[in-house]
Structure formats: structure tokens, C-alpha cells
């Protein structure tokens, strides 16, 4: 009974190790960020550009755990706050700024890394519906890692691993540190600005932008050397649409990234019924709404998720479906995504004018 559950606790961990040095090309590592399936509620991680770009103010909390079927789960816990900073005296736009700091825990290896962000980002009015942001993003990051966690090819004696033996690797530093640069820009439309009451369930909104992180390139090696940090290139779409005179509505969304070697392409959609509109005149009625649907990670997972909206408070949560390889070890067991959202003011409640829109 001792020697399966050792064959199966060093068969985790060579499966984690496999999801770790499955991001490598030769015998550099490439890199990946984090990334949530949930990432239209992510979107100072997406684009700095995003920040103030819907609401007045947004907080969010995401959290990832992954991989629980075949190893030590990876964890990742996240934070991010935008708001509008500058009123539009002239209506020609307005200032927003943001903070967003994650902690992200890679399962078996003790990897770990921790990064907090500040972000500042103008949006330019440039039609009675549209804006135009552009914003940067500069963070600072500590990534740590537990030497001892490995078990190496030459610390196996003939027999079994043995933690005696010399693993004959190179050095390595337990942690490394480093500034992190990125910027962004982003098109949003939104009819609601408008005319359009949102009440008669007519919203058209539309997010489009391109970002980049880690422009500085910064170095990125636990062995000293000068491998760097590859550039991440993210391209991404958003959308919500309601059918005229009904409840229902489609959330559509892209997401596109590349970074060095590794890329990532992920697309679905949202259902969204709206269940309640707010109370005209008491108020004691919020607004409800529940959003179903999937999404595919191209090569790698399909995921199933909901968003319920209630009044200025929004829950999201996921689950990764694993179809890559690894899935004959995960048993399409990839992992689960929940996601907290604030926002000011109530996005349900009609705006008759780009001017309320941008006042604070």
C-alpha cells in the first residue's frame, strides 16, 4: 500500500512538472502570465486602456484553482480597482487610474509569483457613443521558487527517488525581483451614453483594444543568466447586444494573446436574460440579470460559465473543461474560476447623456 501511494505521489509530481516545462522551448522556459477564462472580469490584467473606461468606479476579485486532479492545484487570487479621477469640463474626456495586484501559486514546485500594478489611462470622448482610451501600466513583481520541491533523473538510485543524492543541477536563486512596463489602447461604444433607454432593452455596447505587457523585457532567470521576459501582445473584443423588446441579450467575446512561443486563442459567448428591471419610482426592485454560456481555449479547454447581475454587485464562476493532451491524466478535469464585481453607479440605470456619464 506505501509503494502505490508513493508511485502515485511521484506520478503528481511529474505531471505538475510536465505543466510547468510544457512552457518551455529548448531548455529555456517561456513564460506565461496568468490568465482567467473569466477575463471580461479581468480587465486591468486584459488592457491598461480599460481602466475607467465603462464605469465610474470597479473593484474585482478573481480567483483560479486548476489542476487539482493531477497535482498540487494551481492558485491564483487577484485584485483590481479603476476609477474616473477628472470630471469632462470641456467633454472632450477625463483621467482614470487603477491599481491590480495578483498572487499566483504554481502547484508542486512552490513556484510562486506576487505582482502589484498602478495604472493610469485618459479616455477621449470622440462621438456622442464612443471613447477612446490609452493607458500604462507599471508593476513590480517577485517571483520565488523552493529548490528542494524537485526531484531530479539523477537522484533516482535503480530503486526509487533518492533525496541523498546529488541532483548535479546548477545553482539556482530562491527568488528574483523585477519592474514590470505595459501599455494599451481600447474603443468602447456605448449607445446607452445616449438616446437610447435601457429600459427598452436596446443596449449596444462594444469593447475593441490592443495591449502589450512586459515591454521593458525584463530578466527572468533563477540561474543568473540574461533570458529575459517575453513581450506579451493581447488583442481582445467584447460586446453586449439586446434583442428589442424582449429580455434577452448576447455577450460575445475574444481573446488573443502571444507571448514568445506561446499563444492563446479563446472565443465564446454569453446568453444574458434579464430577470428584473429597477422600480421607476420606489427603487425597491433592482435589477437582475443572469448570463449563461461557454467559451473555447483553443487546444486546450472548453469552459462553461455564468454571471448573475444584481443592481452594482456581479458574481462570475467558471469550469475549465481540459481537452489538450493532458486530459487522460486531468479526466477533462481542469479547474474553477469565481469572480466578485462592484461597480458605481448601478449599470442598469438609464443615462440620457454622454455628460452624466463622464461626471463622477
Not at 449596444?204 to 532567470?221: C, E, I, R, T, W
Amino acid at each position: 500500500m506505501k509503494t502505490k501511494n508513493k508511485q502515485m505521489h511521484f506520478q503528481r509530481i511529474v505531471i505538475a512538472a510536465m505543466l510547468i516545462l510544457s512552457l518551455c522551448k529548448g531548455n529555456k522556459v517561456k513564460a506565461q502570465d496568468v490568465h482567467f477564462s473569466q477575463f471580461y472580469m479581468a480587465p486591468l490584467f486584459m488592457n491598461p486602456a480599460l481602466a475607467g473606461a465603462e464605469h465610474n468606479l470597479e473593484a474585482i476579485l478573481n480567483y483560479k484553482n486548476q489542476w487539482q486532479s493531477v497535482s498540487e492545484p494551481f492558485r491564483t487570487y487577484a485584485f483590481a480597482y479603476d476609477m474616473r479621477i477628472s470630471k469632462s469640463k470641456n467633454k472632450k474626456g477625463f483621467w482614470a487610474a487603477g491599481i491590480n495586484c495578483f498572487s499566483d501559486n504554481d502547484g508542486n514546485a512552490s513556484l510562486n509569483t506576487t505582482e502589484v500594478a498602478l495604472t493610469i489611462a485618459y479616455q477621449v470622448v470622440i462621438s456622442q457613443y464612443s471613447i477612446l482610451g490609452a493607458g500604462i501600466q507599471a508593476g513590480y513583481a517577485q517571483r520565488s521558487i523552493d529548490p528542494s520541491s524537485f526531484q531530479w533523473g539523477d537522484q533516482y538510485d535503480g530503486t526509487a527517488y533518492n533525496p541523498n543524492l546529488s541532483s548535479n543541477e546548477p545553482t539556482v536563486a530562491n527568488s528574483i525581483s523585477y519592474a514590470d512596463l505595459g501599455a494599451g489602447v481600447n474603443w468602447r461604444y456605448d449607445n446607452t451614453s445616449g438616446i437610447v433607454n435601457v429600459t427598452d432593452n436596446h443596449d449596444l455596447k462594444a469593447d475593441v483594444g490592443f495591449a502589450m505587457f512586459h515591454v521593458n523585457q525584463p530578466k527572468y532567470s533563477f540561474y543568473g543568466d540574461n533570458e529575459k521576459l517575453s513581450i506579451k501582445y493581447v488583442l481582445h473584443g467584447t460586446a453586449l447586444f439586446c434583442l428589442a423588446n424582449s429580455n434577452i441579450g448576447f455577450v460575445p467575446g475574444i481573446f488573443y494573446s502571444m507571448q514568445g512561443g506561446a499563444t492563446e486563442l479563446f472565443a465564446g459567448t454569453l446568453v444574458r436574460y434579464k430577470l428584473r428591471q429597477d422600480s421607476k419610482y420606489t427603487g425597491f426592485n433592482k435589477s437582475m440579470a443572469l448570463s449563461l454560456g461557454g467559451y473555447y481555449r483553443m487546444g486546450d479547454a472548453g469552459v462553461i460559465a455564468m454571471l448573475l447581475e444584481y443592481s452594482k454587485y456581479s458574481i462570475g464562476i467558471s469550469y475549465d473543461i481540459n481537452t489538450s493532451g493532458l486530459n487522460t491524466a486531468s479526466y477533462g478535469k481542469g479547474g474553477m474560476e469565481i469572480s466578485l464585481r462592484f461597480v458605481n453607479p448601478d449599470p442598469f440605470t438609464p443615462i440620457t447623456s454622454h455628460q452624466n456619464t463622464l461626471s463622477l
